[in-house]
């Protein structure tokens, strides 16, 4: 990405009225943080309307026996999901951490400091979880392989699924995620304390702030495998709960988390019980 020094006394007079407004506009480093969580955040919903819309039956080639080979389209069509889904939920949770940034950016740039667009930054954070999708297509066409996956998209028991959120509560409480949970919740020190003016150094700083909102996050996601992967209801609720939780709402918010997550886990599996109970029909 370019760097940007300061824009506060640029003049845009040789621009037309219209150009010179909107290069204004987008030269401040808190605009393009804004424009790059909500534009970035629609293209992954967007993307994954399309993809639910023309593909009802999107894992198909992903569910049959051991012996078939997977389609090479059923997998791209898995791994395009899955980053659009950290599109969709992530980046929002992002906002605080993008908005930090871009205050000391353009604190920086009225001093004339040269500062690097927050658009390097987000590059960074979205490479982490990119990676983190690449391994959860992995993971959902093992586990499809492996009939733990119904239709190949949520867990065909509800003992599977119940572990699934028991993990999830669980490491809600764990000192990991607190750790990362707080470099999230508060980046300024990290910024202030690693603050780079190259391209480089700064996609190095988000490629940092995405593994901490991984070692946050990636449990809630797995989630996901428990519910349905395209559950749409699912996916605006977590990304709601993961971005309030960013947003410093306490330990007190994060262990209600937990044990929600784990008591829904619990019922899972005792209804799993129940529906198997001597007298009832399996």
């Given at each position: 990405?370019?760097?940007?020094?300061?824009?506060?006394?640029?003049?845009f007079?040789?621009?037309?009225?219209?150009?010179?407004?909107?290069?204004?506009?987008?030269?401040?480093?808190?605009?393009?943080?804004?424009?790059?969580v909500?534009?970035?955040?629609?293209?992954?919903?967007?993307?994954?309307?399309?993809?639910?819309?023309?593909?009802?039956?999107?894992?198909?080639?992903?569910?049959?026996?051991?012996?078939?080979?997977?389609?090479?389209?059923?997998?791209?069509?898995?791994?395009?999901?899955?980053?659009?889904?950290?599109?969709?939920?992530?980046?929002?949770?992002?906002?605080?951490?993008?908005?930090?940034?871009?205050?000391?950016?353009?604190?920086?740039?009225?001093?004339?400091?040269?500062?690097?667009?927050p658009?390097?930054?987000?590059?960074?954070?979205m490479?982490?979880w990119?990676?983190?999708?690449?391994?959860?297509?992995?993971?959902?066409?093992?586990l499809?392989?492996?009939?733990?996956?119904?239709?190949?998209?949520a867990?065909?028991?509800?003992?599977?699924?119940?572990v699934?959120f028991?993990g999830?509560?669980?490491?809600?409480?764990?000192?990991?995620?607190?750790?990362?949970?707080?470099?999230?919740?508060?980046?300024f020190?990290?910024?202030?304390?690693?603050w780079?003016?190259?391209?480089?150094?700064?996609?190095?700083?988000?490629?940092?702030?995405?593994?901490?909102?991984?070692?946050?996050?990636?449990?809630?996601?797995?989630?996901?495998?428990?519910?349905?992967?395209?559950?749409?209801?699912?996916?605006?609720?977590?990304?709601?709960?993961?971005?309030?939780?960013?947003?410093?709402?306490?330990k007190?918010?994060?262990?209600?988390?937990?044990?929600?997550?784990?008591?829904?886990?619990?019922?899972f599996?005792?209804?799993?019980?129940?529906?198997h109970?001597?007298?009832?029909?399996?």
């Open positions: 990405m370019a760097e940007m020094t300061d824009h506060t006394d640029k003049s007079d040789h621009l037309p009225q219209a150009a010179a407004g909107l290069s204004a506009a987008f030269a401040r480093p808190k605009w393009i943080a804004a424009v790059c909500v534009a970035l955040t629609a293209l992954g919903w967007l993307a994954l309307a399309l993809t639910i819309a023309g593909n009802n039956d999107i894992f198909a080639a992903i569910c049959r026996p051991a012996t078939t080979a997977l389609t090479a389209s059923g997998v791209a069509l898995t791994a395009l999901m899955w980053a659009a889904m950290v599109l969709a939920m992530m980046l929002p949770s992002a906002a605080p951490m993008l908005f930090t940034y871009a205050e000391i950016a353009e604190t920086a740039a009225r001093k004339k400091e040269t500062v690097v667009s658009l390097t930054l987000a590059g960074g954070y490479m982490v990119l990676g983190f999708s690449a391994l959860a297509t992995t993971g959902q066409l093992a499809s392989r492996a009939a733990l996956l119904d239709g190949g998209v867990a065909s028991s509800t003992l599977f699924a119940g699934i028991i999830a509560g669980l490491y809600q409480f764990s000192a990991l995620k607190h750790a990362c949970l707080r470099q999230c919740q508060n980046p020190p990290f910024f202030l304390t690693n780079a003016t190259t391209s480089r150094g700064v996609f190095r700083l988000g490629l940092k702030q995405g593994l901490y909102c991984l070692g946050c996050c990636w449990a809630m996601m797995l989630v996901m495998f428990a519910v349905g992967v395209m559950n749409i209801v699912w996916m605006a609720g977590l990304g709601i709960v993961m971005t309030t939780e960013k947003m410093g709402t306490g007190w918010f994060t262990q209600a988390i937990g044990v929600a997550l784990i008591v829904a886990g619990a019922a599996i005792l209804s799993g019980f129940a529906a109970w001597p007298g009832r029909g399996i």
